[in-house]
């Protein structure tokens, strides 16, 4: 079974830098596309970054390009999400989703997740 779980959440200052953890503890393996969205006040849930861990390259939307990197961790069972110069926009709650596809076909649609965590708040204010 698939469990997700994030981590890394915090308060920082605008400028600053966070690295977030998404865990499958169910060690299945099983999602071929793992993708990091936001849910900022207010709006809908939005894609940050993605990988087809078939070609393994990353994608990301436009307002974070440059500044976050999608990893994934040796044990391939964790993925993370290296935030770097963090703005006031970036406040939201982060989080992972998977689907047992290596499809590219709507990876920003929250929707064509089969997997989602319990997500993990990221606060940037100076």
């Known amino acids: 079974q698939v469990q997700l779980v994030e981590s890394g959440g915090r308060m920082v200052q605008p400028g600053e830098s966070l690295r977030l953890s998404c865990e499958d503890s169910g060690r299945t393996f099983y999602n071929l596309f793992m993708a990091w969205f936001r849910q900022r006040p207010g709006a809908e849930r939005e894609f940050v970054a993605g990988v087809n861990f078939r070609n393994r390259n990353p994608m990301y939307a436009e307002s974070v390009k440059g500044r976050f990197t999608f990893s994934r961790g040796i044990a391939k069972n964790t993925i993370y999400l290296k935030m770097d110069n963090l703005k006031p926009e970036d406040t939201a709650v982060y989080y992972c989703?998977?689907?047992?596809?290596?499809?590219?076909?709507?990876?920003?649609?929250?929707?064509?997740?089969?997997?989602w965590g319990q997500g993990t708040q990221v606060f940037v204010s100076s």
């Open positions: 989703a998977g689907r047992p596809t290596a499809s590219l076909v709507a990876v920003s649609s929250p929707r064509t997740y089969n997997y």
